[in-house]
């Protein structure tokens, strides 16, 4: 079985820049995160959809940062414009409703 | 408010000697705690979870309501042991809503 997909692996973009994640969740998991783990950190929730509902996403920087996951599945992170500080691992996550929770790969975000 | 500590970035030991992560935890109810972990260029993943009781891979914790304490151990460490590990917390009942410690690496030298 796939685990959860996410796309690019890796970026670099100028500062000021847009750049978005795509993630894909494992089938028939209903809920999905987005984690920030900074260098030499543990993650952190930025936001967590049920289907389609953003539910948690008090972490979430608004005036820069945007997520949809509009039918439920996929799942986009936007950052718009990226700043240095924004360089960091961006992780995708899904679970069933109470269950363990997997992560994808990460996405490398370095921003100059 | 919810938080994890892991108060050992780095933790060197022997193969075959005894392994302890360390990891305290501040939170007012009855948390869910796990212990996740990283294997070098692998994604992060579920150890073990202190509800499950259960040892993976030889490794266990006992979750310590008095000292706030879920600490990892495993009585010999082997090499593919080295990894990251990461100490995570879920509010009762909300085991979809995890706060990480800071990690501690292991090293398992021979």
């Known amino acids: 079985e796939a685990g959860v997909v996410q796309s690019p692996r890796y970026k670099i973009i100028e500062k000021k820049q847009p750049v978005a994640f795509w993630c894909n969740p494992i089938s028939g998991h209903n809920t999905l995160y987005w984690y920030l783990q900074n260098l030499g950190q543990g993650p952190e929730l930025l936001i967590r959809?049920?289907?389609?509902?953003?539910?948690?996403d008090s972490q979430l920087p608004k005036d820069r940062f945007s997520a949809e996951r509009l039918k439920g599945v996929d799942s986009t992170l936007k950052i718009q414009p990226a700043e240095l500080g924004d360089s960091a691992v961006y992780l995708c996550?899904?679970?069933?409703?109470?269950?363990?929770?997997?992560f994808g790969e990460g996405s490398w975000l370095t921003v100059v | 408010a919810q938080r994890v500590t892991q108060p050992e970035k780095l933790l060197s030991v022997f193969k075959g000697a005894p392994v302890e992560l360390k990891c305290n935890y501040s939170y007012s109810g009855s948390p869910e705690l796990f212990w996740y972990v990283q294997y070098s260029r692998q994604r992060l993943q579920l150890l073990l979870r202190h509800i499950s009781r259960e040892s993976i891979k030889g490794f266990t914790a006992d979750l310590n309501k008095g000292e706030t304490s879920f600490h990892l151990k495993k009585p010999f460490a082997q090499e593919e042991d080295s990894a990251m590990y990461y100490c995570?917390?879920?509010?009762?009942?909300?085991?979809?809503?995890?706060?990480f410690g800071t990690g501690t690496q292991l090293k398992v030298e021979l």
């Open positions: 959809y049920e289907n389609e509902e953003a539910v948690d």
């Open positions: 995570a917390l879920a509010p009762t009942g909300g085991g979809n809503k995890l706060t």
């Open positions: 996550a899904s679970s069933s409703s109470g269950g363990t929770i997997y």
